[in-house]
């Protein structure tokens, strides 16, 4: 059975940078059949896709329009985990942080959820 | 502004068969065999019913059920009991590998 334990800051001041990481238990970060997500739910916008790194051979990382210019996502392989960093923060980023295991085209599994609040 | 549109409550009473449909565009929904729906009782994480418009994990239960027609996608929820009460999300695969979701609905058993 896949888990998903996330931790990381519940408070980020605006302009610096939002810090996760998701630890993996029951799968690899290197499976090269699985892509590991995070995703977020804010009142304003909804769930959000963020963002993804996969193994298939080398790392491939895809990330949404919307944050782009901002976040990074990377694989611990030596820890089992994956990170999410996403800079230059606002209030506009204030929102539950998901991490999620993909198969192919959808999410399996979950981590429990972040609440990270921006604010000074 | 959610990408996917859900009706926010749908509400039914023990046993009976409920409906949630979701609506995109030609661009994700309409174009994808990978809508994925989404269930999640509060404060837990959200936990996968459907993927690929129709197919079910092993683990969830055959209450549940979904199908596809043009841009709306839908999830039936039969033999409705408490225990279904909760959010749910719908989710699609969109161009230039991304993904959309709805705003989620909230299922009342009465």
């Known amino acids: 059975q896949v888990q998903l334990q996330q931790s990381g800051p519940g408070l980020v001041k605006p302009s610096q940078t939002l810090s996760l990481t998701c630890a993996i238990s029951g799968d690899s970060v290197s499976n090269n059949n699985a892509a590991w997500n995070w995703i977020r739910q804010s009142p304003s916008r909804g769930l959000e896709w963020l963002g993804r790194t996969y193994s298939r051979s080398k790392w491939y990382n895809n990330y949404a329009v919307s944050v782009k210019s901002r976040i990074t996502i990377n694989p611990d392989t030596s820890k089992n985990q994956f990170s999410l960093q996403l800079n230059s923060v606002t209030p506009e980023d204030t929102a539950v942080y998901y991490c999620?295991?993909?198969?192919?085209?959808?999410?399996?599994?979950w981590g429990q959820g972040t609440l990270v609040t921006v604010s000074s | 502004q959610s990408a996917l549109t859900q009706p926010a409550s749908v509400s039914g009473s023990p046993g009976q068969s409920i409906t949630i449909s979701c609506t995109g565009t030609?661009?994700?929904?309409?174009?994808?065999?990978?809508v994925s729906w989404y269930q999640r009782h509060p404060g837990k994480a959200p936990k996968l019913l459907i993927y690929?418009?129709?197919r079910r994990p092993s683990v969830v239960s055959n209450r549940f059920s979904a199908s596809k027609s043009g841009n709306t996608a839908s999830l039936t929820i039969s033999g409705l009991q408490a225990e279904d009460e909760a959010d749910y999300y719908c989710?699609?695969?969109?161009?230039?590998?991304?993904?959309?979701f709805g705003g989620g609905t909230k299922v009342t058993v009465l």
């Open positions: 690929e418009d129709s």
């Open positions: 030609s661009s994700d929904v309409g174009n994808y065999n990978l």
């Open positions: 989710c699609s695969y969109a161009l230039s590998t991304t993904w959309v």
């Open positions: 999620a295991r993909g198969s192919a085209y959808d999410f399996n599994y």
